[in-house]
Each structure stands twice: as structure tokens, then as C-alpha cells.
């Protein structure tokens, strides 16, 4: 018997030891047979560690047939799903496909793969620096549909390499300045 155990559940705070840990991947595991290797795994588990997780509320325990019948929570299923990832926030902003001026439809959000591993290298572990990409997008989609020119936005992989965030960031440092100059003839004397 083979069990695979999500490393995920080394982050929850109440698992405290090994037998918890195993005890939960075998839970979770929705293809557990009533065999005899579950059964020998689950005797060698202390009592106390599953009363400790059933009190915890990671686990739920029901007798059926005189079976105990282990299912996992709420609680430990949130632990386990995965948050938005800043590229899929980044992905699901980008224009699906764009009309060009000579009618032809032209998708921008090609070679996906490519542009996950670009975007989250480029970000590192900086979640400003992927939120300031995912804010100079915004804006550029913003300028372009009021202007009318979303025609002419780059595909998402293109986008990227060439570091269009960073013209975009000076159009918005640009928008931010206020416009004090004065035009002749305005000028107080």
C-alpha cells in the first residue's frame, strides 16, 4: 500500500506529530478501501492523537455498521485549498482577444505556462511588486478602452518580456503630478 501525504498539512497548526499527519492523509484520501493494511495503519494510531483531532474539529467521526467512519471537516479542507494565485488575478484581467483595425480577432493570453513562470520570477516573493503589475495592467486596459485603441493591446507573453509595466508606471506617475504650468497670458505679475 502506498499512502501520499500533502505537505500542506505540515502548515496546520494543531497537527503536533507524525501519527496526526498520517492519520489525515488517510482520511483525506478518498480511495481508502476497508482493507487490512488501513486497518493495521490505524490501530498503530493512538487514541488520544484522533480524539485530539476530532476535538480540534479537523475530523469527524460517525459509527455505520459497526465501523468507525472518519470524514475530514470544513476547517481542515480550507487549510488545504489553495489561495488565488497573483497570476491568475493577473491572467483573469488580461483581455481573452482583442479585434485588430483590419477585422481579424487576434487572442492575447497565449503560451500560459511560459508567462506564469516570467510573471512569478520577475516577482519573486513580492507581493507588491506582483500587485504594482497587476495595477499598471489595470490601468493600461482603462486607457486604452477609454481611448479606443484596446485594439491594439500586446499579447499577455509579450506584455510581460518586454516590461510594459514600466512604461506604464510613468504614464501613471505622470497622471498623478499636477499640472501647473502656466499657458501665456496666465501668468500674475
Not at 475530523?59 to 479542507?77: A, F, G, N, W
Not at 488580461?94 to 503560451?111: E, F, H, I, Q
Not at 478602452?145 to 485594439?151: A, C, F, K, L, V
Request: glycine share 2%.
Amino acid at each position: 500500500m502506498i499512502i501520499e501525504i500533502n505537505t500542506k498539512l505540515l502548515d496546520i497548526p494543531e497537527v503536533t506529530n507524525s501519527n496526526q499527519l498520517l492519520f489525515l492523509s488517510m482520511v483525506l484520501d478518498k480511495n481508502q478501501k476497508s482493507n487490512q493494511d488501513v486497518r493495521k495503519l490505524i490501530s498503530l494510531i493512538s487514541d488520544d492523537d484522533i480524539s485530539y483531532l476530532i476535538t480540534a474539529g479537523l475530523v469527524t467521526s460517525m459509527e455505520r455498521d459497526d465501523k468507525k467512519i472518519y470524514e475530514p471537516t470544513e476547517k481542515l479542507k480550507s487549510y488545504l485549498t489553495k489561495e488565488e494565485d497573483y497570476f491568475d488575478i493577473f491572467y483573469n484581467l488580461y483581455p481573452v482577444y482583442v479585434v485588430r483595425s483590419d477585422g481579424s480577432k487576434c487572442y492575447l493570453r497565449a503560451n500560459v505556462n511560459k508567462c506564469r513562470y516570467f510573471f512569478n520570477t520577475k516577482c519573486g516573493r513580492s507581493s507588491a511588486m506582483a500587485e504594482h503589475i497587476i495595477n499598471c495592467l489595470k490601468y493600461e486596459i482603462a486607457k486604452k478602452t477609454r481611448e479606443g485603441n484596446i485594439s491594439y493591446m500586446m499579447t499577455m507573453w509579450n506584455w510581460l518580456t518586454r516590461s510594459q509595466w514600466e512604461a506604464v508606471e510613468e504614464e501613471m506617475l505622470d497622471a498623478e503630478k499636477p499640472n501647473n504650468t502656466t499657458e501665456y497670458g496666465q501668468e500674475l505679475i
